[in-house]
DNA sequence: CGCTTTTTTATAAACGTTTTTATTTTAAAC
DNA sequence: GTTTAAAATAAAAACGTTTATAAAAAAGCG
């Protein structure tokens, strides 16, 4: 690999001579920097990566950590992240939290192996003087990531730093439920059964609130029981299924597409027509959502729209010399109805 | 951040004693040694990466590109190869060459716009000076990723190097579809139709060899006709569908899953049962097939497998010191048929 | 005990940059 | 033509390690 010595010395000049007309200094002559330029352009040096992070303050690189990158909606967010910074000339490093070997047969809780997956990683990106840190969780939640005396820009993304201190970015879940039970209602349902997460999840929660607000707008009395909480899993909402039909409800909100496709196996085995006996729409805009039959009404997540946001937020961290801990903030990406086939008008 | 001279300090020894207690040379007391690694413990001390990075040789960073992180299959690969080289003690750099900015609208072929991107990503991580690359292809082709005087340990994975210096990691194809083709026979189908994908594709060129050898196997003659190609959407899986019912068939074996969805379609559209009527299988195991109805049989291809095959063969090579071009090889990771729903037994 | 050998520790150079300071050259002013 | 200021270039120090070399201490041996 060419160094800054022999460039200098193919030029017959300095070395700082050649360092300053790299790094843009207005000290060099407009005679040497055509010639040094010309001679960096031939021979393609690249300035040794390691020397110019030992000597700089900024290495420009910002660490992405994952909670899990296999989790749905996960890659989309990095990929933008990515894109974005590196339109910025920002390198990534991004590391993977959920590395499987480490997490099998241990007797500890999720939080804690997700800790004591996550210090070290966070020091290891400290080592490596990442310029910041953006943190993307696996589900929306209520999160402790960094510790107090955080000096560099960090934040969350996908769920809600514990620490105020932080800036989290996560999607508008209480208008997305308004949206969607507002559309319900508009194609004439006034009885809309809830296939809802776990129940003290983050999600859940908002989108309750949301599928409540729009109930009371339009003034259709709220009926805790038509509530029923799942775990997002495929059988759970196969279950809950079965107690909203029994409750008679025309409508089924099911706040993520896996458990609507949950809902879809009950109809289908009951033999009731999905759409035209009952109405389903899912949550997330999966990918299997437009391959079940009926295709699944739903809300998309804008992943790509999280991602970029993200690396604004923590662009402008970057550039405008960042102080701890100074107006941290929470900024929701709202969500966009899809609509396909799975909600008939009735009445 | 504390510094090898300031542990000296503490310990009243000269740095060089330090970095040698923390390398493990062998030249340093025992009294020396467990003073030492006290203090560091202590005080966690961490050496500064772009300083040794500068030193050594060795970075133990080896450079992962994907083709597109946002591709099927990719994700679950990259993982897998993270897992692997962490608890070897390697550290990872993910790029994604699929910056969606970059491509759109420029007026260049596909392969134009992966080389612009791909060179000056392999020039940057040559730049950091990582000890070795993995390239994971975004569908498995002959691509020509790394110049012919590389010096560094580099192999593609679910790709096929051009050049045959670099080894490579694919799936078996053959041997995928002629599973596939012989659990169809063993069903009762002789008149088994193909969607293909692209005509001039790895997948497509070796599972037709592989359907070949098991109709020639059970004694079946091959008809030409029972092939159409598609191009891997659902639309073309839809079209080609219309094609094979006419001719009589009675399984289809679709070199995708979206595009046995495409199939499901059209035989949906034309009241044709699948299964009872028509058996279909597709190949990947995406994650929609288990949402299909009925649930479609399918071909796994097992990507923790071969990020992990992956991982071991760069770890091999990054440890037994690696001699540029020395035995290349071709590794194929065998896929396995998932059985659900979509076939019927004939006759 | 003095000599050599081995073990342990210390010193200094090197890695390739950036930055601060010093020096030289050029231009401007008198 | 000399002095001064500004511009351009050069020299040197620094970043935090590792390693080669040198030095010191300890051990072995007649």
Request: proline share 3%; hydrophobic share 35%; charged share 20%.
């Amino acid at each position: 690999m060419i160094t800054l010595k022999e460039i200098a010395q193919m030029c017959g000049v300095s070395i700082s001579t050649v360092s300053n007309t790299i790094n843009g200094k207005p000290n060099v002559g407009e005679e040497t920097r055509r010639k040094v330029l010309e001679v960096i352009e031939r021979t393609g040096y690249k300035p040794n990566y390691f020397a110019q992070g030992m000597r700089k303050q900024k290495t420009r690189i910002v660490g992405i950590i994952a909670e899990d990158l296999t989790a749905f909606g996960t890659t989309p967010i990095v990929s933008a992240i990515m894109a974005c910074l590196e339109g910025h000339n920002y390198r990534t490093v991004l590391i993977n939290l959920r590395i499987y070997d480490k997490w099998q047969d241990t007797g500890h809780s999720s939080e804690q192996k997700l800790q004591s997956s996550l210090q070290p990683s966070i020091k290891e990106l400290l080592s490596i003087k990442v310029d910041g840190i953006v943190y993307i969780a696996g589900h929306c939640r209520v999160i402790n990531c960094f510790p107090d005396d955080f000096r560099i820009p960090a934040i969350v993304v996908y769920g809600l730093s514990k620490n105020p201190r932080f800036t989290s970015v996560i999607i508008d879940d209480k208008k997305g439920a308004y949206d969607i039970t507002k559309y319900l209602i508009s194609m004439g349902h006034r009885r809309i059964g809830v296939i809802a997460g776990a129940v003290d999840n983050l999600h859940t929660m908002n989108r309750i609130i949301g599928y409540q607000q729009a109930l009371f707008d339009e003034k259709i009395l709220f009926n805790p029981d038509l509530i029923r909480y799942g775990d997002w899993t495929r059988a759970s909402g196969y279950n809950e299924t079965g107690h909203l039909v029994n409750m008679g409800v025309t409508a089924i909100f099911s706040m993520n597409d896996v458990m609507a496709a949950g809902a879809y196996d009950y109809l289908h085995e009951k033999g009731i027509r999905i759409a035209d006996d009952i109405s389903v729409v899912g949550y997330d805009n999966n990918e299997i959502s437009a391959y079940l039959r009926p295709a699944l009404t739903t809300n998309q997540i804008q992943l790509k729209e999280i991602g970029e946001e993200s690396a604004k937020i923590m662009l402008e961290m970057l550039e405008n010399n960042y102080t701890p801990g100074k107006n941290p903030d929470i900024t929701e990406i709202p969500c966009q109805l899809v609509i396909r086939e799975s909600v008939k008008r009735i009445n």
